[in-house]
């Protein structure tokens, strides 16, 4: 028996668009949050589906002649759409190593909180970050950026076509690094600082060994990095807001 006669066509191209998205909308800084319920995160998709639909049903495969076809085509877009949604998240998460490093700076590594965007613990300014992170990214209107390459990923990887696993781990490892470099470059006054620091600790505990000097470093070091912290955080969103809409945009074919 023929796909067709137990499957309309609108069903079929309704499904293909709504597996993709509800795939990527699931790991989608913001709404594929963990403390977000999962019929929220399910019915965003479905009214994102609604949408986008109409905007790229010219570009969807032939109806499948098997259920094996049609199975084959909604596993590579599922695997599509945890693609574009890992790619936003890795960047996020560049703002939980920045916090990282900070506590590490600044005498906080050991203050941990459960952080619901790594869906595990996370030093306080990593948790601070990603918090006001996904704030900003909604309060940029990034979010649209990110339905917009959703549509535009059908040009990029269209529908029914085999996924280029080595040339996507190539891009995902290559995020990871970039994110991992720009979280070090975000944290450069924090790395000199401390380093100085605790220089000038070393000298004056030569010099004065009877100073219980980590009675004295110590708030003067958590003092310091909360200082130096209020004073560079909204340049620390300036470039991590830049450098998640560049990353975006090469997934926009308008660009």
């Known amino acids: 028996m023929a796909l067709e006669q137990f499957l309309p066509l609108q069903v079929l191209s309704f499904l293909i668009v709504f597996t993709r998205v509800a795939a990527a909308v699931m790991i989608l800084p913001g709404i594929g949050e963990a403390f977000v319920p999962m019929r929220v995160r399910l019915l965003f998709a479905l009214l994102l589906t609604v949408v986008v639909s109409p905007l790229i049903s010219s570009s969807l495969p032939l109806e499948p002649k098997s259920l094996a076809a049609l199975f084959k085509l909604l596993f590579f877009e599922i695997v599509v759409g945890v693609y574009l949604g890992m790619v936003a998240r890795i960047m996020l998460l560049t703002l939980d190593t920045v916090g990282r490093i900070i506590g590490l700076t600044i005498g906080m590594a050991n203050a941990e909180v459960f952080n619901p965007s790594i869906s595990s613990q996370a030093s306080l300014p990593g948790l601070l970050l990603t918090t006001m992170g996904v704030m900003i990214l909604f309060a940029t209107n990034m979010h649209h950026l990110f339905i917009l390459a959703i549509v535009d990923s059908y040009k990029v990887f269209p529908a029914g076509s085999i996924f280029e696993w080595g040339d ?68 620390l969103f300036s470039i991590f807001i830049e450098y998640y809409a560049n990353n975006l945009n090469q997934y926009l074919t308008s660009n």
């Open 168 to 235: 996507s781990a190539l891009v995902i490892a290559r995020l990871i690094a970039d994110s991992f470099r720009l979280a070090l470059q975000m944290t450069a006054p924090f790395i000199v600082i401390s380093l100085i620091f605790f220089m000038g600790l070393g000298m004056l505990a030569r010099l004065m060994p009877q100073l219980q000097i980590f009675f004295v470093g110590l708030p003067v070091q958590l003092a310091g990095g909360l200082l130096i912290f209020s004073m560079i955080i909204s340049g």
